[in-house]
Structures are given as C-alpha cells and as structure tokens.
C-alpha cells in the first residue's frame, strides 16, 4: 500500500486532476472519437453527399406504392398516415379509380401499368405547374 493513505501515486492531487484529464481527454473529438471538423471526404476534396430525391419522383413513388396497396380495397385511408400531402392524396385518389376501371376492363397487370404511369406523369405535371402550395395540406 501506498504511503501518506494514497492508493495509487498521484492520488493525493485529489479529484480535480482527475476532471482536468477527462476534460482535456475530449476535447475536440467528433462523436466517433476523431478530430470535430470536415469529413475526411470533404478536406481530401471528395464530394458531398448525394443529391436528393427530386420531389416528383418522391411523388411518383409514394402515390404508385400507395395505389397497388388501396386497388383492392374499398378505402383509401387517411393520406396523413400514408405520407401523403392533400395534392399527392388528391393524384392517388384519380389515379386508383382509373385502375380499378382498367383492372375491371384489362387485369391486374394492366392495372399497374397505368398506376405506374398515371403516378409519375401526374405528380411532374403537379410539381411542373407549382406543386405543394402554402400550409400543411399542398
């Protein structure tokens, strides 16, 4: 055992050089333990993250999901739950009707083909004549 009532050399200083070396142990880390500053990717001149999704795409994909799921049903369901602004749920309300009628008149699979197409020349014809307007429900 250490002399002076000290467990381990350096004891004595007492608590506040402990904190001192913790805090000085952390500074200017990242969250992952490195540098806090650019990516690596960034300072080597790399490029940034991928650009993202164009909202007619986004659109075309969230409408033509939701159509194949409410073409058999009898519903189409709360378009908040589904992600769905007023205008995409007003483009999958059209488009499920027209599907159902081609479904009727051709099957399933020409059924989905026109969901396919419907979404997408819809929602870039929404987004090309101004898209979401002002508030929650565009």
């Given at each position: 055992?250490?002399?002076?009532g000290a467990l381990?050399?350096g ?8 904190i001192?070396v913790?805090v000085?142990g952390c ?7 490195g540098?806090?500053?650019?990516s690596?990717?960034a300072?080597?001149?790399?490029s ?16 033509t999901h939701w159509s194949?799921e409410?073409l ?15 205008g995409?749920?007003d ?26 197409r ?21």
């Amino acid at each position: 055992m250490a002399t002076g009532g000290a467990l381990w050399p350096g004891a004595a200083l007492g608590p506040a050089l402990l904190i001192g070396v913790l805090v000085t142990g952390c500074a200017g880390t990242g969250p992952t333990g490195g540098t806090a500053g650019p990516s690596t990717t960034a300072r080597a001149g790399g490029s940034p993250s991928p650009s993202a999704t164009p909202p007619e795409d986004l659109c075309a994909k969230l409408v033509t999901h939701w159509s194949l799921e409410v073409l058999d049903g009898d519903t189409y369901g709360d378009y908040q739950s589904m992600g769905l602004s007023n205008g995409q749920y007003d483009i999958l309300r059209e488009v499920v009707d027209e599907a159902r009628a081609e479904k009727k008149r051709a099957g399933s699979a020409a059924a989905r083909r026109l969901i396919e197409r419907r979404a997408r020349a819809d929602c870039q014809e929404w987004y090309r004549s101004g898209g979401p307007g002002e508030g929650p429900w565009g």
